[in-house]
Nanobody, 128 residues
Framework: QVQLVESGGGLVQAGDSLRVSCVAS?????????MGWFRQAAGKEREFVAA????????GYADSVKGRFTIFRDNAKSTVYLQMNSLKPEDTAVYHC????????????????????WGQGTQVTVSS
């Protein structure tokens, strides 16, 4: 069983930067999981934000965050990060990290249904 715990959310102003983190524990070695970030705004469905392969060599982003957000990981610390720059009010949401145990070494997953484990999320609020 893998436990994922997010942190780093908060209230910021439009244009600010914020980094959220997700620490994994339990289960297999962290390097065995592809990781992803998803978000869910109030009253809206969960949406894909970013994903990273097991080694970090491949990443993918939603069009809405491309060029502003960066996903990266430190396998030695069992942690995946999401660096968010130039934040906009529409980025306001609960951000969840997720782990995919099934993906190949260089693969990434953008489909939430493919992920095996989820964290509880961290709230990010961007004021205008």
């Amino acid at each position: 069983q893998v436990q994922l715990v997010e942190s780093g959310g908060g209230l910021v102003q439009a244009g600010d930067s914020l980094r959220v983190s997700c620490v994994a524990s339990g289960g297999m070695a962290f390097s065995r999981y592809a990781m992803g970030w998803f978000r869910q705004a109030a009253g809206k469905e969960r949406e894909f934000v970013a994903a990273i392969s097991r080694t970090g060599g491949r990443t993918g982003y939603a069009d809405s965050v491309k060029g502003r957000f960066t996903i990266f990981r430190d396998n030695a610390k069992s942690t995946v990060y999401l660096q968010m720059n130039s934040l906009k009010p529409e980025d306001t949401a609960v951000y969840h990290c997720a782990a995919d145990l099934k993906v190949l070494v260089t693969g990434i997953t953008t489909n939430a249904n493919e992920y095996d484990y989820w964290g509880q999320g961290t709230q990010v609020t961007v004021s205008s």
